[in-house]
């Protein structure tokens, strides 16, 4: 193949992994914005996600479309219920305290991998997409799926600015990020819309792993690398900062689409941890993150 | 007159550190009382303890026979009182119409509280689109005001309001005050300036090592001198 219809797969299959790391960032970031609780289990959702999609699409049965989009309503809920639950139990008697909620989450971590294992099994299954069509270009066909799953994450980002900027959710959410106390002067419940974002933010990874689990497949150690490159787009973005997220998602998919087809994966990972690297020691704030209040 | 709010024997703590001790006062209606005293005597701690912010060990709070000691924080305001923390604490990211937004939903308040409001500081109308932290002192210590009184409350709690503002613009936040005490709101107001704040008092209370220690009107401030010394430092 050409070099000028290579960088165009390249660019694509980055584009994908762009889009689904911009939705799971997202939910880290969120969390951290809100919170300011560094959620280590965030990967761990991501993988719920998958698992609770695989199980939900081989119970519907019948067409694939269908248990696709099954799964796609009920794992994002059931994995948000967790998530609430795991807010309600332990962070919040933990009063947010950043170290003792890193170390919680960190069990977290643990116990939901463990669960998927003993629940699950070690086996990478996968979902059948909803469709099997091919776009076809002159120099190669491509996956319709992976494009529509662009075009879903896009979407889903602009539904999650839309409800931060302009509804009273989002206010909400918003006056509780800047100023905890002086939310609660005015009648703001702190703790319910805690475990509202922590659900929410669960809620975008588990919504990622299910759009990418007829790409991939799902298995219980599949958290890790989400979590990873989550970090290292909220790093790079500011935490807390969507429009941060949305770009520094971009920039990190599409190096690591086009450095994985032309020199090798790893070489990406490599290129990804300098750049957090310069922008911890040259602007720790990130991108588009403001400095702490 | 009517007793709006009666605190008794409050005790409140940061960690193991007594910072109110018994701490009692009664605010009538449409009166500004105002609290005295020197740095660290209590005086914020009184307030964010009003609110909820600061829990109560021990002791009551009772708003219009309403008791509010046990009540979560976030259900302070609704019972109806506002606050206008030290500093502002504005939400500086959000324009003045988002900060307003605020202040109207903690009590479901609409269109009709938010025009009176404007209406009693009117530079904020020109404002509404503006990030509230590019506004200037004076129009972020209104913003602040204008917040809390979205919540239409029986009870405004100030603290230190003329800080680092001009002049001109602590004569406009007494005249505020003063008008909303016609109106039939009750005020609390803390400062360190007392020539700011006694030609609008109606009672200071004195605040000494997180205990209310005297409470008297505003004219015998005004004919003892030494009081004030005695308990703030400075006249």
């Given at each position: 193949m050409a070099f000028g219809p290579h960088l165009l797969l390249a660019a694509l299959e980055g584009l994908v992994t762009s889009a689904v790391l911009a939705l799971t960032a997202l939910g880290l970031s969120l969390v951290f914005g809100v919170m300011r609780v560094v959620n280590v289990a965030h990967g761990e959702f991501y993988m719920l996600g998958a698992v609770i999609a695989w199980w939900v699409a081989s119970l519907v049965g019948g067409h694939p479309a269908v248990g696709f989009l099954a799964a796609l309503v009920i794992s994002p809920l059931i994995v948000g219920v967790i998530a609430f639950a795991a807010e309600r139990l332990v962070l919040a008697r933990l009063s947010y305290s950043p170290e003792a909620t890193i170390v919680a989450t960190i069990g977290m971590l643990y116990i939901l991998q463990q669960a998927a294992l003993s629940l699950y099994g070690p086996e990478a299954r996968p979902v059948?997409?909803?469709?099997?069509?091919?776009?076809?270009?002159?120099?190669?066909?491509?996956?319709?799926?992976?494009?529509?799953?662009?075009?879903?994450?896009?979407?889903?980002?602009?539904?999650?600015?839309?409800?931060?900027?302009?509804?009273?959710?989002?206010?909400?959410?918003?006056?509780?990020?800047?100023?905890?106390?002086?939310?609660?002067?005015?009648?703001?419940?702190?703790?319910?819309?805690?475990?509202?974002?922590?659900?929410?933010?669960?809620?975008?990874?588990?919504?990622?792993?299910?759009?990418?689990?007829?790409?991939?497949?799902?298995?219980?150690?599949?958290?890790?690398?989400?979590?990873?490159?989550?970090?290292?787009?909220?790093?790079?973005?500011?935490?807390?900062?969507?429009?941060?997220?949305?770009?520094?998602?971009?920039?990190?998919g599409m190096a690591d689409g086009i450095i994985s087809v032309f020199f090798s994966p790893t070489l990406a990972k490599i290129i990804a941890t300098l750049l957090v690297a310069l922008v911890l020691v040259f602007r720790p704030q990130g991108l588009f993150g403001e400095t702490a209040r | 007159m009517t007793a709006v709010l009666t605190i008794s024997g409050l005790d409140c703590y940061y960690g193991a550190v007594q910072v109110l001790r018994g701490f009692s006062l009664t605010l009538e209606r449409g009166e500004v009382h105002c609290l005295l005293g020197r740095n660290g005597a209590g005086k914020t701690t009184a307030l964010k303890a009003i609110m909820g912010l600061v829990p109560a060990r021990a002791g009551s709070i009772v708003l219009k026979g309403r008791e509010l000691t046990r009540l979560p924080p976030h259900e302070v305001p609704k019972a109806g009182i506002a606050y206008v923390p030290q500093g502002r604490r504005l939400f500086a990211e959000m324009t003045v119409a988002e900060n307003l937004e605020i202040g109207l939903m903690t009590r479901g308040k609409g269109d009709q509280t938010r025009e009176s409001v404007l209406e009693l500081f009117p530079l904020l109308r020109e404002r509404l689109r503006q990030r509230s932290g590019t506004l200037s002192g004076g129009e972020q210590q209104m913003l602040a005001m204008a917040r809390a009184l979205c919540l239409e409350p029986d009870v405004l709690l100030l603290d230190e309001p003329t800080e680092g503002l001009m002049p001109s613009m602590i004569a406009r936040i007494r005249e505020t005050v003063a008008t909303l005490g016609q109106r039939g709101v009750s005020t609390i107001l803390v400062e360190q300036r007392v020539d700011a704040v006694l030609p609008v008092a109606t009672r200071v209370t004195f605040v000494d090592t997180g205990r209310a220690r005297q409470t008297v009107a505003v004219e015998e401030v005004r004919a003892n001198p030494g009081m004030v010394m005695h308990y703030v430092g400075v006249t």
């Open positions: 059948p997409p909803p469709f099997n069509y091919r776009i076809l270009l002159p120099w190669f066909g491509y996956s319709g799926y992976k494009l529509s799953v662009v075009v879903a994450s896009a979407l889903l980002l602009l539904a999650t600015w839309y409800v931060l900027a302009k509804t009273r959710i989002g206010l909400v959410m918003r006056a509780t990020q800047y100023d905890r106390e002086t939310a609660q002067a005015f009648g703001i419940p702190v703790g319910q819309v805690y475990a509202g974002v922590f659900a929410l933010g669960a809620m975008l990874a588990a919504v990622a792993a299910v759009l990418i689990v007829p790409i991939s497949q799902a298995h219980y150690l599949m958290g890790h690398d989400p979590l990873l490159l989550s970090f290292i787009v909220v790093i790079i973005g500011g935490l807390g900062s969507l429009r941060g997220t949305v770009v520094a998602a971009v920039a990190i | -």
